[in-house]
């Protein structure tokens, strides 16, 4: 099975700071890597999916970048908004299954 | 716009047995795939199940295999998940969540969720 682990498992920052954000797959996954947003009490949200593509209504200031088994997630200028955890989910050895990280925290510094 | 909505989560006791809906809009229903996926209280996120758009396949995952049974009725635009044999283990909220579409496998759209607890 695919392992994702995602680091830090928490991450401090300041408003209007860049955020970087790492998800590593124990194999290669290609570019079948995509981000989910996750605030408290609410369902998860797709933000990038192909490892670099954009979903319908994200902020240009969410990017994606990597492949293979290193993964990037960059917020580049935090707003208010941003702090939530953050999902990476590997859906390259789909069927049968997928992986999700373990999530990393984004929180105010 | 796409809309999924869950019910049917609530306590139950080890070992029985709940049916959980999910009523979707917006969208072709009978054109796409659908998932369950679940997060246990204060943990990750965890994908459970999978319906093929026209019911012609389904995947679990290893630890609901022989308990959990996906299905989906195109004509009243449901999914269903009948979960027998239920564990402690189950607890979670459950997500019903849409394929984005052929090829392209990530999760679209989720609904908002249905908590399960099994308790004694």
């Known amino acids: 099975d695919i392992v994702m682990t995602q680091s830090p498992a928490t991450l401090s920052v300041s408003p209007g700071e860049r955020a970087t954000l790492s998800c590593r797959a124990s194999?290669?996954?290609?570019?079948?890597l995509a981000w989910y947003q996750q605030k408290p009490g609410q369902a998860p949200r797709l933000l990038i999916y192909g490892a670099s593509t954009r979903a319908t209504g994200v902020p240009a200031r969410f990017s994606g970048s990597g492949s293979g088994t290193e993964f990037t997630l960059t917020i580049s200028s935090l707003q208010s908004e941003d702090f939530a955890i953050y999902y990476c989910l590997q859906y390259n050895n789909w069927p049968p299954g997928y992986t999700f990280g373990q999530g990393t925290k984004l929180e105010i510094k | 716009q796409v809309q999924l909505v869950e019910s049917g989560g609530g306590v139950v006791q080890p070992g029985g047995s709940l049916r959980l809906s999910c009523a979707a809009s917006g969208y072709s229903f009978s054109g796409q795939g659908l998932h369950w996926v679940r997060q246990a209280p204060g943990k990750g996120l965890e994908w459970v199940a999978f319906?093929?758009?026209?019911?012609?396949?389904?995947?679990?995952v290893d630890s609901v295999k022989g308990r959990f049974t996906v299905s989906k009725d195109n004509s009243k635009n449901t999914l269903y998940l009948q979960m027998n044999s239920l564990r402690v283990e189950d607890t979670a909220v459950y997500y019903c969540v849409k394929h984005f579409g052929t090829g392209q496998n990530w999760f679209d759209s989720w609904g908002q969720g249905t908590l399960v607890i099994v308790s004694s």
């Open positions: 194999q290669s996954v290609n570019s079948n």
């Open positions: 319906i093929h758009y026209d019911g012609s396949n389904q995947y679990q």
